[in-house]
């Protein structure tokens, strides 16, 4: 309920705010919200419209505010007996984020719209250092779990998603979960195996274990700022068992460089997440437009600083699971712009768009999250 109040918020809004007599006072905002749930049970449940509202009013008392039953009672039953609505799924986001990605994507968007709407799958990447894919696809149905094969060879996308200890050997490190949208560095980047690899901002080490995997003898520094993270990234490498020397430390300077250059690096940055509403529905709510220009600030900050930790020949990925080019093809386009060394390669996926810089992934195929990836070699 609580994912679909959220993933349906602004249309359920549009439905109750005419059935207000006058805005809900701030310190009432846990009645706007049980009333969005109310909402959500009558327009898009199959539960009998009078148990949710019975369950709905009942929560009140549970508020603390039994006082507000009859004005919960009042909005439901009149929105109960008002004409069904049919929203489309542009009405369910906020308006500056459907309205960016109709300008942005004019031919995807009511598809992208459409994908943040629906539930994502789970996928899996099978750590290949321990276990061949087709071994472990057995293993799952074995244990009753169907799969189907995901993007990329590593990967499987489960057709109903399960509660992760129930995964074959995943305490023992056979799988890792990761959106298929998530699974094209290693080919991107493709590192030479012993090569000299940096992931600048790794945790939770999704891209990081996976390049390991393809290739366990990469000489990895793993970088990231938050320290919660970074001890999760050292559990998923011990877990996983994969080497790599895993510092926490600030990427957009140098003080934990020794000096040696890499030879790949990867920039994975911080973002607004924005392709990644079919997971966090509560992005809507939490993320506006002017999170844009911050995001890009810190994002080129980042690329112009690690740009200097790699060696003339040398390649990075920049990616972000952003739609939006803000965070994306403008800061490579600026990123360009100022840096003499720099050049983008052309490449293609199986899914997605082709952008001026790189490629988009989108929700638009219900396999991947939004995602962004750049390819950069320096001169
Ligand atoms: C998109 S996530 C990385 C996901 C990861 N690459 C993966 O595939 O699992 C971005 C990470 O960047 C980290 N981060 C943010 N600012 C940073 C900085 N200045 N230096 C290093 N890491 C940073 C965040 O803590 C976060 O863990």
């Not at 779990?145 to 996308?157: D, K, P, R, T, W």
């Not at 990895?220 to 790599?244: F, T």
Request: with cysteine.
């Amino acid at each position: 309920m609580l994912f679909g109040a959220l993933r349906n918020y602004y249309s359920l809004a549009q439905s109750l705010e005419p059935l207000l007599s006058r805005p809900i006072r701030d310190r009432d905002q846990d009645l706007w919200c049980l009333l969005i749930v109310g909402a959500y049970q009558l327009h898009y449940l199959r539960i009998p419209d009078h148990a949710a509202v019975h369950a709905t009013v009942s929560a009140c008392a549970a508020l603390g505010k039994p006082w507000a039953r009859g004005f919960v009672n009042g909005v439901l039953r009149s929105l109960q007996r008002g004409p069904k609505p049919s929203f489309d799924a542009a009405q369910a986001h906020p308006d500056w984020f459907a309205d960016l990605i109709r300008a942005e994507m004019p031919r995807q968007a009511d598809a992208v719209l459409q994908g943040n709407q629906t539930r994502a799958p789970m996928s899996l990447r099978v750590n290949t250092t321990r276990i061949d894919p087709a071994d472990y696809g057995r293993a799952l149905s074995e244990a009753g779990i169907e799969s189907q094969a995901g993007l990329v060879a590593e990967q499987l996308i489960l057709n109903q998603p399960v509660a992760r200890h129930t995964l074959p050997g995943y305490a023992d490190g056979l799988v890792s979960i990761q959106d298929a949208g998530a699974g094209f560095a290693p080919q991107l980047l493709a590192p030479q195996c012993g090569a000299r690899l940096l992931d600048a901002c790794a945790a939770p080490g999704g891209k990081l274990f996976h390049l390991l995997e393809r290739c366990p003898d990469l000489d990895a520094v793993a970088l990231d700022v938050a320290p919660a993270r970074v001890a999760h990234l050292r559990d998923e490498a011990g877990r996983l068992g994969h080497r790599a020397s895993i510092l926490e430390a600030d990427a957009t300077t140098r003080e934990w460089w020794d000096g040696t250059p890499f030879h790949a690096v990867l920039l994975d940055a911080p973002c607004t997440g924005s392709g990644t509403l079919r997971r966090h529905p509560e992005m809507k709510l939490l993320r506006g437009a002017d999170d844009l220009a911050p995001n890009a600030e810190r994002q080129a900050k980042l690329l112009s600083s690690v740009w200097h930790t790699l060696r003339p020949g040398g390649k990075l990925l920049y990616c972000t699971c952003s739609l939006f080019s803000a965070e994306n093809d403008a800061v490579i386009e600026e990123f360009l712009a100022n840096t003499a060394d720099a050049r983008t390669s052309a490449f293609v996926l199986p899914a997605g768009l082709s952008t001026r810089h790189g490629w988009q992934l989108t929700p638009a195929d219900w396999r991947t999250d939004g995602f962004y990836y750049a390819l950069l070699s320096k001169d």
